[in-house]
């Protein structure tokens, strides 16, 4: 079937303004994943998902960074109050299980002006 | 900690191999994995091996893992220009979590 898919591609906002970036996985993926990579920086894990619960927040880097998931599918990830600094690509992933290989969406390019 | 590291750069010339190298901390890791990064684009999973295993061929790529040496390579064959891209290398952790290198910039030259 569909890869894994996230929307928008690209969102260019003002500093203090809530954006809502979202993750279609692969059907009958149960495991999802939030990374976050800044220029010239690797993949920083934000949060997974296996099912709807989040055993992992640990990579959330403040309060603002918020995420859901209903109904073991679409995944939304927050960020209130925006600010510069969280310019960056947002990528998900999804994977079997959570065991398996993770497959990647191409990210939602943010820009905070 | 948690720690996976590769050098940055990396170029070669069109038509030799080219090796990425990388080291990991966790020895408890099931797959190591390589992805490739192309400008402008997501991640693609390359290949991946088992831990148990010590190599892993896939057409032009060569997969070599020293368990000891917790030291992981990704060898391409005949590199081509479409092989210009970033190369990350990846470990899954024992609570499930991948620890992501920081990529390594394959840069191929005429």
């Known amino acids: 079937g569909a890869g894994v898919s996230q929307s928008p591609s690209n969102k260019v906002t003002e500093k203090g303004k809530d954006v809502e970036l979202r993750c279609d996985p692969i059907?009958?993926?149960?495991?999802l994943y939030w990374y976050r990579q800044s220029l010239g920086q690797g993949l920083e894990f934000l949060i997974y998902f296996q099912g709807n619960s989040a055993p992992d927040k640990s990579g959330l880097p403040s309060d603002r960074f918020s995420a859901e998931r209903t109904g073991g599918s679409v995944s939304t990830l927050t960020i209130q109050r925006t600010q510069q600094e969280d310019s960056a690509v947002y990528l998900c992933?999804?994977?079997?299980?959570?065991?398996?290989?993770?497959?990647f969406g191409p990210g939602t390019r943010l820009l905070v002006l | 900690g948690e720690d996976v590291e590769q050098s940055l750069f990396l170029s070669v010339r069109e038509g030799d191999s080219s090796v990425i190298n990388c080291t990991y901390t966790?020895?408890?890791?099931?797959?190591l994995y390589w992805y490739k990064q192309e400008p402008g684009a997501g991640l693609q999973l390359l290949t991946y091996?088992?831990?148990?295993?010590d190599m892993k061929q896939d057409q032009r790529l060569t997969v070599l893992l020293n368990k000891k040496d917790k030291h992981l390579s990704l060898r391409i064959a005949d590199t081509q220009t479409g092989d210009s891209a970033i190369y990350f290398c990846?470990?899954?952790?024992?609570?499930?979590?991948?620890?992501f290198g920081k990529g390594t910039r394959l840069h191929i030259l005429p």
């Open positions: 966790d020895s408890s890791s099931t797959y």
């Open positions: 990846a470990e899954s952790m024992s609570d499930d979590k991948i620890i």
């Open positions: 091996i088992f831990s148990n295993m």
């Open positions: 059907s009958g993926h149960t495991a």
């Open positions: 992933a999804s994977s079997f299980q959570g065991k398996e290989t993770q497959y």
